[in-house]
Each structure stands twice: as C-alpha cells, then as structure tokens.
C-alpha cells in the first residue's frame, strides 16, 4: 500500500478548519531565518554534500 493510500483510507477522519480559526490563536509571530542548513556554505567545500 502506498502512502498516499494509506492516508486516502482515513479520510473520513480529517475535518475542514474552522471559520473563525484566527480567533483561536493569541498573536502572530513571524520569525527570519538567517541562516539555512540546506545551502551550502564556502568553508564546507571539502565535506561531501547529500542532495
């Protein structure tokens, strides 16, 4: 069974968000990300990468 399958089964189990779904949190925090472990950086050069 594939996962997508899998998950196809179950959902009957999965309900739409509500309409007032804003109301349920306190606030809105929005954070930047300086650095990202995805690129590379310049002094990683000798290290083997995974794609």
Not at 11 to 39: C, G, N, Q, W, Y
Request: positive net charge; charged residues 35%.
């Amino acid at each position: 069974m594939t996962p997508f399958n899998r998950f196809a089964a179950h959902l009957e189990m999965i309900r739409e968000a509500p309409a007032d779904l804003t109301d349920h949190f306190r606030k809105e925090v929005r954070r930047r990300v300086s650095k990202d472990r995805s690129s590379p950086s310049t002094d990683d050069s000798s290290k083997p990468r995974f794609n």
